[in-house]
């Protein structure tokens, strides 16, 4: 029944490898987000994508690639991990736009770490 | 230009007393605005949201806020706090008549002393 799913829950890798976040949601919502949480809890949006369609793409290296094959789908490929990487990157969704008035409903994060 | 603004680091308060965690904004319109929970290790939840109406909204586990326009605050409230209420809350807020996207401020982290 879990709403909003990320795998894996934890990840430890070195520095410089590939590696890929996924996100499923099973609300129906329309529009799925990515975030970063920094060790001091600050939160900040990295992506948003409204029906597989990129909506927001806040200042994020481009080594971050998101990919939603489709609408329920919201996955985070990140290449050549640095340091500066490790956190707790939550997926999220809601219904309508990103620029609605719609709460969001978050998955239970995936904690990165980069040795 | 939107912002919030969580001004407490952290508020202590004692189990059974009132509790109020502060959050005010900056928009140029009218605005939406959240509060949501986040328990240690785990994701963020909705606690409650105004949009427009009733300035006291009622949210989930006993939680309310009060919209006040003139001073721009959204703080939340609870009559009674429980151990259990200790987490990390934050609050958001958007321009309902702009095309920018949701603002979160910086988290208040509530400790609820027994």
């Known amino acids: 029944d879990t709403a909003v799913s990320q795998t894996p829950k934890y990840l430890v890798t070195q520095m410089g490898n590939d590696k890929s976040i996924k996100c499923e949601q099973n609300l129906g919502h329309d529009t799925m987000y990515w975030y970063k949480q920094d060790s001091k809890k600050f939160l900040k949006i990295m992506f948003s994508?409204?029906?597989?369609?990129?909506?927001i793409n806040e200042t994020v290296p481009n080594r971050f690639s998101p990919k939603s094959p489709d609408k329920a789908h919201l996955n985070l490929h990140i290449n050549s991990l640095e340091l500066g990487d490790s956190a707790v990157y939550f997926c999220?969704?809601?219904?309508?736009?990103?620029?609605?008035?719609?709460?969001?409903?978050f998955g239970p994060g995936t904690r990165l770490t980069v040795l | 230009a939107q912002s919030v603004a969580q001004p407490e680091d952290q508020v202590n308060v004692a189990e059974g007393n009132p509790l109020t965690v502060k959050c005010t904004y900056s928009?140029?319109?009218?605005?939406?605005l959240f509060w949501y929970v986040q328990y240690p290790n785990r994701g963020l939840q909705f606690l409650l949201k105004y949009i427009t109406g009733d300035n006291l909204v009622k949210g989930s586990y006993g939680f309310e806020a009060e919209f006040n326009k003139s001073q721009t605050s959204f703080h939340l409230k609870k009559p009674s706090a429980l151990v259990s209420d200790s987490a990390l809350y934050f609050c958001?807020?958007?321009?309902?008549?702009?095309?920018?996207?949701?603002?979160w401020g910086a988290g208040t982290k509530l400790i609820i002393k027994p």
């Open positions: 999220a969704s809601s219904q309508g736009t990103a620029q609605g008035w719609n709460e969001q409903f």
């Open positions: 958001a807020v958007r321009d309902s008549g702009s095309n920018y996207q949701l603002i």
């Open positions: 994508y409204n029906n597989k369609e990129l909506i």
């Open positions: 928009v140029s319109g009218n605005p939406y």
